[in-house]
């Protein structure tokens, strides 16, 4: 990728972005659009914006880990509830709350039932999801995808990847409340100590002064 290319990505979102503003202003009609990740519940937040502003229509979005901060760059989202690690550049964050990450594991693995377990553990064992989610499993020095040997899968969703998971073909390391909500008949899900929360923020562009967004984030907060 050439350096035009990258320079001109963020011009080019935020091009997008205002473009999408002056649009929903032209209707005449005042939208704020939350994103979310699965497993995080964005209700009270949002009824509580309501309240204060009847005239204000909130909608939500899902996102994914793949699109949760494109969606604020380009103006597709006003402010997303953002799972880190995130790239910060043009964005602000308020950080919300924090939650642990289990292993997600077959229903029949060998760990399965265990109170808790180390990443050490998990060795040998294939990662189903981008290791940058998990930096602690670069720290395993003999995973299978290390001598390219196993390529990663391209998965659309975290319910195929469960379904891999169910079928003994490799682990996942999710957020607690991202495990919970995707419950799976043919899997489970053990603590792992030694890795570290998860962290829940409030991501919104860094080039819009906007005391609307600034209420939300303070709504979100008190509500989280």
Not at 20 to 40: D, E, K, N, S
């Amino acid at each position: 990728m050439s350096h035009w290319t990258k320079d001109a990505r963020p011009l080019l979102a935020a091009a997008r972005a205002l473009h999408h503003r002056v649009r929903q202003a032209a209707r005449g009609t005042a939208v704020l659009t939350v994103g979310f990740m699965p497993g995080i519940t964005v209700t009270a937040a949002v009824r509580a914006l309501s309240a204060r502003h009847p005239q204000l229509r909130v909608e939500v979005v899902r996102t994914s880990w793949d699109d949760q901060v494109e969606g604020v760059h380009e103006g597709l989202l006003d402010v997303s509830y953002v799972r880190l690690p995130v790239d910060h550049r043009g964005l602000r964050l308020r950080p919300l709350f924090s939650e642990p990450r289990v292993a997600v594991l077959p229903a029949d693995h060998r760990l399965a039932g265990k109170s808790a377990i180390a990443v050490a553990d998990l060795a040998g064992e294939r990662l189903l999801q981008d290791p940058d989610a998990v930096p602690e499993w670069r720290d395993l020095a003999d995973r299978a995808e290390e001598d390219g040997s196993a390529p990663r899968p391209a998965f659309r969703s975290v319910e195929e990847k469960l379904e891999h998971v169910a079928a003994g073909r490799g682990v996942l390391v999710l957020p607690l409340s991202t495990a919970v909500y995707y419950g799976h008949a043919d899997v489970t899900h053990v603590p792992v100590d030694d890795i570290g929360p998860n962290d829940v923020c409030l991501a919104w562009s860094a080039d819009r002064a906007s005391p609307l967004l600034e209420e939300f984030a303070d709504l979100a907060a008190m509500h989280a």
